[in-house]
């Protein structure tokens, strides 16, 4: 095939060279200008919702640079994303509802409200039903994804914080921080089929990536917690001082980021040896957190300073600070 076209090429020039050059520009102009575009593209994006400034900003990672800003409702404070990334889903504490945007158009789909003080958001694997918690009502809110319409609200436990859907995406566990238990709920049914024991305050919980254990942070015993995912049991637990608070682990699974937010600092953990190897100063109040697809970025919330922080996963060093917008509290990474 490629000699064919140099042929066709060298059978050009030698009846209109003027034509073969302007091809060839052409082609140069079409090869570059490709390759930029492919440049562009690799760069990921950073949501950041801030409570404040009542919108949730979009910082383009190859360049650091918040590219759009978009009003959402009062106390705009988790993002979260649906498994194609295609949908992003804000709660809205001050609202008691989540604005879902399209992430390719940066459009605003709808506005639907929950409950009091709409606090986060889980997207089952498939991507059809989101599920609200609000801390506020001390219940949860279904959503049909499709219709963005509520499907039935329910009550868990007091302060209802976050949630996470099974594998399957037959089962919901939510977290409730102020009975510190964890409701497992049949989402077919609307019903808890059994409560675990959980956290105080707990703010965040996370699969490992085979789902061999969900790390639960515990910030009011200053610990992280390492349950059964089938049973709830807690198989062991870390001690990780100054509020334990946002948690991501890395995508090979070796290392978990944990922000400690009464340090103002965040703890690089070893997943095997289940220990702190590092922590770094970050800035005041170090909330949620977000790792880049790769494994090398860690994004932090520091709330007090209205910045987010862009981290090298490696060393825990700052590459920069970039201005956001009021009280910064949500952060999400997507390719």
Same mark, same amino acid.
């Given at each position: 095939?490629?000699?064919?076209?140099?042929?066709?090429?060298?059978?050009?020039?030698?009846?209109?060279? $003027?034509?073969? /050059?302007?091809?060839?520009?052409?082609?140069?102009?079409?090869?570059?200008?490709?390759?930029?575009?492919?440049?562009? $593209?690799?760069?990921?994006?950073?949501?950041?919702?801030? #409570?404040?400034?009542?919108?949730?900003?979009?910082?383009?990672?190859?360049?650091?640079?918040?590219?759009?800003?978009? =009003?959402?409702?009062?106390? =705009?404070?988790?993002?979260?994303?649906?498994?194609? $990334?295609?949908?992003?889903?804000?709660?809205?504490?001050?609202?008691?509802?989540?604005?879902?945007?399209?992430?390719?158009?940066?459009?605003?789909?709808?506005?639907?409200?929950?409950?009091?003080?709409?606090?986060?958001?889980? !997207?089952?694997?498939?991507?059809?039903?989101? %599920?609200?918690?609000?801390?506020?009502?001390?219940?949860?809110?279904?959503?049909? %994804?499709?219709?963005?319409?509520?499907?039935?609200?329910?009550?868990?436990? @007091?302060?209802?914080?976050?949630?996470?859907?099974?594998?399957?995406?037959?089962?919901?566990? +939510?977290?409730?921080?102020?009975?510190?238990?964890? $409701?497992? +709920?049949?989402?077919?049914?609307?019903?808890?089929?059994?409560? &675990?024991?959980?956290?105080?305050?707990?703010?965040?919980? @996370?699969?490992?990536?085979?789902? *061999?254990?969900? &790390?639960?942070?515990?910030?009011?015993?200053?610990?992280?917690?390492?349950?059964?995912?089938?049973?709830?049991?807690?198989?062991?637990?870390?001690?990780?001082?100054?509020?334990?608070?946002?948690?991501?682990?890395?995508?090979?699974?070796?290392?978990?980021?944990?922000?400690?937010?009464?340090?103002?600092?965040?703890?690089?953990?070893?997943? =095997?040896? /289940?220990?702190?190897?590092?922590?770094?100063?970050?800035?005041?109040?170090?909330?949620? #957190?977000?790792?880049?697809?790769?494994?090398?970025?860690?994004?932090?919330?520091?709330?007090?300073?209205? @910045?987010?922080?862009?981290?090298?996963?490696?060393?825990?060093? !700052?590459?920069?600070?970039?201005?956001?917008?009021?009280?910064?509290? *949500?952060?999400?990474?997507?390719?």
């Amino acid at each position: 095939m490629h000699r064919d076209k140099i042929n066709i090429i060298n059978l050009v020039e030698k009846k209109n060279p $003027s034509l073969t /050059r302007f091809a060839v520009s052409l082609f140069t102009v079409f090869l570059f200008s490709g390759a930029l575009a492919v440049k562009e $593209s690799i760069a990921g994006e950073v949501w950041v919702a801030n #409570m404040k400034g009542a919108n949730v900003q979009i910082i383009d990672t190859g360049s650091n640079q918040v590219v759009k800003t978009i =009003a959402t409702g009062a106390g =705009a404070h988790n993002v979260t994303f649906s498994p194609d $990334s295609k949908l992003a889903f804000i709660a809205n504490l001050g609202t008691g509802s989540i604005t879902i945007i399209d992430t390719m158009s940066k459009e605003i789909l709808a506005d639907v409200k929950t409950d009091t003080k709409a606090h986060d958001v889980a !997207v089952s694997p498939d991507g059809k039903i989101a %599920v609200v918690c609000n801390v506020g009502a001390g219940n949860v809110t279904f959503i049909d %994804v499709a219709t963005k319409k509520t499907l039935h609200t329910m009550a868990t436990g @007091k302060k209802a914080i976050t949630a996470i859907f099974s594998p399957e995406g037959d089962k919901v566990y +939510v977290v409730n921080a102020g009975d510190a238990t964890i $409701s497992v +709920v049949d989402v077919k049914t609307y019903e808890i089929s059994t409560t &675990w024991t959980g956290a105080k305050g707990a703010m965040a919980i @996370k699969p490992t990536g085979d789902w *061999g254990q969900l &790390w639960l942070t515990a910030p009011a015993e200053n610990k992280l917690l390492l349950l059964n995912p089938k049973t709830g049991a807690v198989e062991a637990s870390i001690d990780v001082p100054g509020e334990p608070h946002g948690l991501v682990h890395s995508p090979d699974g070796k290392t978990v980021y944990v922000g400690q937010r009464e340090l103002g600092q965040i703890a690089m953990i070893d997943t =095997a040896s /289940r220990k702190i190897v590092k922590t770094a100063a970050i800035g005041k109040r170090t909330d949620m #957190m977000a790792i880049s697809s790769d494994g090398k970025t860690v994004y932090v919330a520091v709330r007090d300073e209205n @910045k987010l922080a862009v981290v090298s996963a490696a060393d825990l060093s !700052v590459t920069i600070m970039i201005d956001a917008d009021g009280e910064t509290h *949500g952060v999400a990474y997507r390719d």
